[in-house]
């Protein structure tokens, strides 16, 4: 059986006292979740406050995404070394809104993953669809295009020990939560397609309006190993009730 994770994507949002106040409150509530790995990814310049508030708990920090390069002029970046030294552990890359916001190629977020590796850090790729390629039929091919252009950059190994979000565009920040028989069968497909490029054993977590109310059912299903949480990880009870449907299910 495959640990569970289950992380938090604050994406923008919080102060240095919101983030301490909410790592305080998840910190105060773990009991029970020996058996699921939590994290938490504030935005970049929340990295050190929540580093701090983190010590010595089980709780690991990711980043929001890294550089593709390793260092230089490349302004507006952060590096894979330097996410090292705020203490992360993962990173997120590929996120629906740094494609379709900030134009993010399927290669740009190819080579951002291999930064990660390349540093030690464990990528959270996410992949997925919006609403009109559902419509069309083509999950699964962009999805596997998603992936592809990781595999191609990234060789043989390339989804070795890393982590997957299947994130549905339709569903992130909008309610709407994919079905679990509409997750699973999309993570079965990603797990075929990993695990035959490296990545047997990789954790493929759901993202999209993922709640206390329907957490149980979706990391019930075969192939969804946690999730990505971004609103509902915003609340330390939401979030930590989330981390006790997938301690239950593991
Ligand atoms: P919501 O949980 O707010 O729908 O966001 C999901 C997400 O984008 C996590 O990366």
Known sequence: MTRPLVAGNW???????????????????????????????????????AAQALASSTIALGAQNVCDEDEG??????????????GC?????????????????????????MAAKRHGLVPILCVGETLEQRDRGETETVVERQLAAVASAAGSDA?????????PVWAIGTGKTATPEQAQQ????IRDYVSRRGGEGV????????KPANAADLLAMKDIDGGLIGGASLDADSFLAICRAAAQGA
Do not use: W
């Open 73 to 86: 002029a490349y302004t507006g970046e952060v590096s894979g070394a330097m996410l090292r030294e705020c």
């Open 186 to 189: 999309v993570h079965a497909f």
């Open 159 to 167: 989804f070795e020990a890393a982590v997957i979000a299947y994130e």
């Open 11 to 49: 994406k923008m949002n919080g102060s240095r006292a919101d983030a301490q106040a909410l790592i305080a409150a998840i910190r105060a509530d773990m009991q029970g979740l020996d058996a699921v790995d939590v994290a938490v990814c504030p935005s970049f310049v929340l990295l050190p406050v």
């Open 203 to 210: 954790r493929i977590l759901y993202g999209g309006s993922m």
């Open 89 to 113: 552990r993962y990173v997120i890359v590929g996120h629906s809104e740094r494609r379709s916001l900030y134009g993010e190629s399927d290669e740009l977020v190819a080579r951002r993953f």
